[in-house]
Every structure is written in structure tokens, then in C-alpha cells.
């Protein structure tokens, strides 16, 4: 029952990242059917899939919607939660290094995805603070070809107003609130697992293994992170003595236990939707 709840909470969060009185239409269906879609697809496939999903049902409402495809507008809430859920996993490392002996590989691995999300908060700061001084950026950058200028531009402005809602007062309570709940319910899943199996181990460990795994399935792999998973968080319990046996076991449990649920929930979601994986990953992104 966990599992659902988890994207569940993803989806009331989601909602706080488009824009204010924008209404986006059935995001806990299109974050089931990503889900599901990145368990049976290759390279986080499902993303794609979760932003086609909202955008075929969905007319922005937002001031200058007339101009603007959702498409674009999802896009960009969507970069926003995965630079804040992998800034997330960051400091979890972070704390974790002052607990236990955190291998030094994934701890450059940690400064590298650090890196990366502070270059891509810097970029979102000034997308949000300066946006009229990058649309004239990429007016300059691409004067030389009208019509690309004039889609380039169309798509930044369509773009920029997906970031409305981090820019919004009123969304930051909520969306602080709501991504604790979304890294709690993994962690207490993670827990239970333990414990089913008889591996009365700290919280900590909890954590260990939502951090491991989630710096683990940062980088596009295969499908359902098999074999990334399980190395993760068979890592993350041999640092708490648990032997390499009972670690794959339980790291092979964990999985069936994320993936079978949602894959089954998501297939459902899917044929209620009257579509199909191949239309969501081969439809094309509009230009303008």
C-alpha cells in the first residue's frame, strides 16, 4: 500500500509546481502511467510519458495561455522536481556521511550531482528572476534564422510560465510541506521492508537505501533500474553488517515491491486514458 501512497504524495506536490489557478488535469493518473512507463521502458522513458499525458488533456489558464502549449509549460515543472528531489538525495548523503562510512565513490558521485543541481538552480533563478534578459539572449544566439528565433522564443516564454509556480509565495508552505512526505514515504517503506524480513536496523538505514538507490536511478538506465537497484541498496545494507545474501534478497524484495504495484496501477490508469505507450513516446514535441 506504500507505494501508491508515495506517487500519490508526488502528485499533490506536483500540483504546487505548475502555476497558480492553472488546475492541470488527472496528474496522480500521468505520474501512475510515468511510473509504470519507466518500469518498462529504457532511459526514464516515462518522464516523456508523464508530460504527454497532462498535455493532451490540458489548456493553460495561465495569463499569455493563448500562445502557450502545455506541453512546455509541464516540461518545466517537471525539471524543477527533479532538480529538487536530486538536491534532496544530496543532502541525505550529506547527513548520512556524519553517521556511517559512506564509500568515497558515491561521495564524488554526490559532489558531481551537486554540481549539477546547483548550476541548474542557477539557471532557474535567473529563468525566473531575469526572464526578459534570457529571452534576449536567445533572440541574439539565434538572430541569424528567423523562424527559429520565433520558435525558440515562443517556447521560453511557454516555458517560463511552468515556473510560475515555484515563483508563486503562496506555493512555497505547501511545496516544503509536501516534499518531506515525498522522501518520508519511501524511507518508511524502505523501513518496513527491513523489518518484515527480521532486519531490526536503525531508521538510518532507511535512508541509506533510499539515498544509494536514488543516486543509483539519477542516471538513465534499464528498464525498472534493474540491476542498479539492487546494487544500490544491497550497498547501502552492507554498511550495517547485513551479509551480501541477505542484502540482494532484500534489495530484490524492495524492488517487486515498487515496481509490481505501480506497473499494474499504471497499465490500468493507461487503458483508461485510450492510449498507448508508442503514441506517448513517438508524439512530437511542439514547435511553437
Given amino acids: 500500500m506504500l507505494t501508491p501512497l508515495q506517487l500519490w504524495v508526488r502528485a499533490r506536490r506536483w500540483r504546487y509546481l505548475f502555476p497558480p489557478r492553472s488546475d492541470p488535469p488527472r496528474l496522480t493518473p500521468a505520474i501512475m502511467i510515468g511510473y509504470m512507463a519507466n518500469n518498462v521502458?529504457?532511459?526514464?522513458?516515462?518522464?516523456?510519458?508523464?508530460?504527454y499525458v497532462v498535455a493532451r488533456r490540458w489548456?493553460?489558464?495561465?495569463?499569455?495561455?493563448?500562445?502557450?502549449?502545455?506541453?512546455?509549460?509541464?516540461?518545466?515543472?517537471l525539471v524543477v522536481e527533479r532538480v529538487l528531489d536530486s538536491f534532496v538525495v544530496v543532502l541525505i548523503l550529506a547527513v548520512l556521511v556524519l553517521l556511517i562510512p559512506v564509500p568515497a565513490f558515491l561521495q564524488v558521485a554526490a559532489l558531481v550531482v551537486l554540481a549539477i543541481d546547483l548550476a541548474g538552480i542557477a539557471v532557474l533563478i535567473a529563468l525566473v528572476a531575469a526572464p526578459a534578459r534570457c529571452a534576449r539572449l536567445i533572440g541574439r544566439l539565434t538572430g541569424r534564422w528567423p523562424r527559429l528565433r520565433e520558435r525558440a522564443l515562443r517556447i521560453f516564454e511557454t516555458f517560463v510560465?511552468?515556473?510560475?509556480?515555484?515563483?508563486?509565495?503562496?506555493?512555497?508552505?505547501?511545496?516544503?510541506?509536501?516534499?518531506?512526505?515525498?522522501?518520508?514515504?519511501?524511507?518508511?517503506?524502505a523501513w518496513t521492508m527491513l523489518l518484515a524480513l527480521g532486519l531490526h536496523l536503525p531508521f538510518t538505514a532507511a535512508w541509506a537505501v533510499l539515498a544509494f538507490?536514488?543516486?543509483?536511478?539519477?542516471?538513465?538506465?534499464?528498464?525498472?533500474?534493474?540491476?542498479?537497484?539492487?546494487?544500490?541498496?544491497?550497498?547501502?545494507?552492507?554498511?550495517?553488517?547485513?551479509?551480501?545474501?541477505?542484502?540482494?534478497?532484500?534489495?530484490?524484495?524492495?524492488?517487486?515491491?515498487?515496481?509490481?504495484?505501480?506497473?499494474?496501477?499504471?497499465?490500468?490508469?493507461l487503458l483508461r486514458e485510450h492510449m498507448s505507450l508508442g503514441e506517448a513516446t513517438h508524439a512530437r514535441p511542439p514547435t511553437g
Fill in 41 to 51: 521502458l529504457p532511459l526514464r522513458a516515462g518522464e516523456v510519458v508523464r508530460v
Fill in 59 to 77: 489548456t493553460p489558464a495561465a495569463a499569455g495561455a493563448a500562445r502557450a502549449h502545455p506541453f512546455w509549460t509541464t516540461l518545466a515543472t
Fill in 161 to 189: 510560465t511552468g515556473l510560475d509556480g515555484i515563483r508563486a509565495p503562496a506555493h512555497l508552505g505547501p511545496l516544503l510541506a509536501w516534499t518531506v512526505l515525498v522522501w518520508l514515504a519511501p524511507a518508511l517503506a
Fill in 213 to 269: 538507490v536514488g543516486l543509483g536511478v539519477s542516471i538513465p538506465s534499464a528498464p525498472g533500474y534493474v540491476g542498479v537497484f539492487h546494487a544500490a541498496a544491497a550497498l547501502a545494507l552492507g554498511l550495517f553488517g547485513v551479509s551480501q545474501s541477505a542484502a540482494v534478497g532484500y534489495a530484490l524484495l524492495f524492488h517487486a515491491a515498487q515496481i509490481v504495484p505501480i506497473t499494474l496501477i499504471g497499465w490500468v490508469y
